[in-house]
């Protein structure tokens, strides 16, 4: 579950003689790194240089020659050191002994993956796929340094974790690849969730993986719908809100966003997220990496952006920005998501007795909403609404408003993720319903709809009238029927 955002102002130094954590003895994990104080996020943790480093990308023969030398080069204490480090490889000679301890220990970035290095102290920091921590090495050349800062509060006597896996994996794949790579079972919080709870996350893992495919078609056609794309990185950044995840996808979330908008000419928004992102990269890098130094210079001259200007569609002076909108309004303006229509009444006093919004629907979390079986006489509802987005096509949601003009979400959780359904062409203003729907409470997201028997929707091309009738055939004690509901 999604942990509330930390109050406390972020820092990236610490005086000389505050130890920020001791290695410790861990339940299930042998030795890490155990904070021994309170962590405020944002902080600067350790800054190490490497021990050893090594190229990747080498011939086997390659790296057997460059280990052995690059051991030859170390002290008594630091070669006992490094063979102290674990090692999951199997090996027949020491050579082979020290390339296995290299492979299980190395860090390195996915922004210069063609080195790796040995850390003495970061690398004791063991896994956890809900880590609090992350490391960044080559990316910050000004200290020259390994950095490892903190991404949320980490409390005194918790372990300081980095996750060994993408944040993008399912529990399935994390779970293979950390058997396969590092020779252990993740038993973190995560990888315990209740298989409900398990699979809602997986599902907004894999509409991440999906959006993010869609918007690196998008960046290769400029000249689409600008509104459209900042749409699709608007929901991606909810996303891992959801997730409790404001640390580098989501930061290169938002720096997607900024080049729409600069691109297309909206310096004032282009500021603010200028402005977001240095504040962000600062508490992920430190104050001293480079990549907080560019957005910090980039909110003062939102135009000396490289790509600023591509086209004028969305044009604003910096200082368009409008002052006394409430937080909703004003997330409204940042994401220029369309102000919502005035309503009239869509369905009439008898319908809303006949139909049911969100608001009247049942909590069931999980329980088995089916309709085969029981008694004839089983009592139905009938959810009515009309479809206002389609936040993601796979696996599908939609965006609902209601009979009472209130907003929600049906997450399709049928075994095609909604295949079919989009396959009929949903569009905004097209009316949907549902049998028997019932309150979903997300962990990893605001309540709605979860969807999961298909027999149980209908979709009509065309909007909720004054006049309407809907009909599901069922199987009740293993006789068909006809449910109906209607206004006339």
């Known amino acids: 579950m999604p942990r509330k955002k930390s109050q406390r102002k972020p820092t990236t130094k610490r005086p000389a003689e505050q130890a920020w954590y001791a290695l410790k003895d861990v339940p299930n994990k042998g030795k890490g790194l155990v904070a021994i104080r309170n962590i405020p996020r944002g902080t600067r943790i350790l800054a190490e240089k490497p021990m050893i480093t090594m190229p990747t990308g080498k011939t086997p023969e390659e790296h057997r020659t460059l280990i052995c030398q690059k051991m030859d080069s170390l002290s008594i204490d630091q070669r006992h050191a490094f063979l102290s480090m674990h090692n999951v490889y199997p090996s027949n000679d020491t050579a082979e002994q020290y390339i296995g301890i290299f492979r299980t220990n190395a860090l390195l970035t996915k922004e210069f993956p063609d ?25 910050n050349e000004k200290i020259k340094r390994h950095t490892v800062h903190a991404i949320r509060d980490i409390e005194d006597g918790e372990e300081i974790t980095f996750s060994y896996v993408s944040l993008l994996d399912d529990r399935k794949t994390r779970q293979s690849k950390l058997k396969e790579q590092f020779d252990f079972t993740c038993l973190c919080r995560v990888c315990s969730l209740p298989n409900e709870q398990s699979q809602e996350r997986d599902r907004k893992l894999e509409q991440i993986v999906r959006t ?29 809100i959801e997730l409790g995840r404001e640390d580098f996808h989501y930061a290169h979330t938002l720096e997607g966003a900024l080049v729409v908008l600069i691109g297309h000419g909206d310096l004032a928004r282009g500021r603010l997220l200028a402005q977001k992102l240095a504040s962000l990269w600062k508490i992920l890098l430190g104050d001293d990496n480079p990549q907080t130094d560019e957005y910090v210079a980039l909110a003062r001259n939102p135009s000396c952006h490289p790509l600023y200007g591509v086209s004028m569609k969305l044009k604003t002076a910096v200082e368009e920005v409008p002052y006394g909108l409430g937080p909703d309004d004003f997330e409204d303006w940042l994401w220029r998501r369309p102000k919502p229509k005035p309503q009239a009444q869509t369905t009439s006093p008898s319908s809303q007795s006949c139909f049911s919004g969100f608001a009247d629907l049942p909590s069931k979390n999980g329980n088995d909403t089916g309709v085969s079986g029981g008694s ?75 969807h999961e028997d298909r027999r149980m929707i209908k979709v009509i091309a065309s909007a909720p009238a004054q006049s309407f009738c809907i009909s599901f055939p069922l199987s009740v004690s293993g006789r068909s029927s006809v449910t109906k509901f209607a206004n006339v």
């Not at 929600?408 to 993720?417: A, L, M, N, S």
Request: charged residues 20%; negative net charge.
């Open 376 to 450: 004839s006489e089983v009592l139905h509802s009938c959810f009515l609404g009309e479809i206002v987005a389609m936040p993601c096509r796979d696996p599908l949601d939609l965006e609902i408003k209601d009979i009472h003009n209130k907003k929600t979400t049906i997450h399709f959780y049928t075994e095609d993720h909604g295949y079919v359904f989009r396959a009929i062409g949903f569009q905004a203003g097209y009316t949907v319903a549902i049998l028997d729907a019932s309150r979903y409470d997300f962990n990893f997201g605001p309540p709605g709809i979860r």
């Open 115 to 139: 080195e790796a290095g040995i850390f003495l102290e970061a690398c004791r920091i063991n896994h956890d796929c809900d880590n609090n921590a992350i490391y960044d090495w080559k990316l």
């Open 212 to 240: 993010e495919e869609l918007l690196k078609i998008c960046s290769l056609q400029f000249t689409l719908s600008p509104l459209m794309i900042l749409g699709h990185v608007h929901n991606q950044a909810r996303r891992y």
